[in-house]
């Protein structure tokens, strides 16, 4: 398994980020690769995605969620990944920490990690993500459960 791990500060209110994150099926907008994501439940996603050249799909289980901190995930079926991302106010900005673990497939996947593919995906999603929140300067909308 490979963990990669990337902070970013953004322009926003905490709760502006938080919820904003929570609009799961807008993440193709920032997401490099995400073809589309589909929320089943509120605890749970499908993913389609071009990783590598090749399309992977997964369902991922939201294990733990606590508004303004916090959201963990875990996959289910399909390609295997797992991670958190975690939200914290530092004066006029939000921090956001990720972090995702998953399991490579393949020769390409491998080659590609090994090069560092992966990790600079997440650094750019994560740069996207920031502009498209401070472009608007409010989220286009939130979900303010707890899973």
């Known amino acids: 398994m ?3 791990e990337k902070s970013i500060e953004i322009d926003v209110p905490l709760r502006a980020a ?4 929570t609009q799961f099926e807008e993440f193709p907008e920032f997401m490099e690769g995400v073809e589309r994501v589909r929320q089943l439940a509120p605890d749970r996603l499908h993913w389609i995605a071009d990783i590598g050249g090749h ?3 997964w369902d991922a289980l939201i294990v733990d969620q606590k508004p303004d901190e ?7 079926a399909g390609t295997a990944n797992d991670g958190i991302v975690t939200f914290h106010q530092e004066g006029d900005h939000t921090r956001i920490d990720l972090s995702i673990e998953y399991d490579p497939q393949g020769f390409a996947e491998n080659v590609g990690d090994a090069l560092g593919f992966m990790s600079r ?3 750019g999603d994560l740069e996207r993500f920031k502009e498209f929140i ?3 300067g409010h989220e286009t909308g939130g979900w303010r459960g707890t899973i």
């Not at 916090?70 to 289910?76: F, P």
Request: net charge positive; aromatic share 14%.
């Open 2 to 4: 490979t963990v990669i």
């Open 18 to 21: 938080y919820n904003q994150w």
């Open 55 to 57: 399309v992977k799909e």
């Open 70 to 76: 916090r959201i963990a995930w875990r996959s289910e």
């Open 121 to 123: 995906r997440v650094e």
């Open 134 to 136: 401070e472009r608007r």
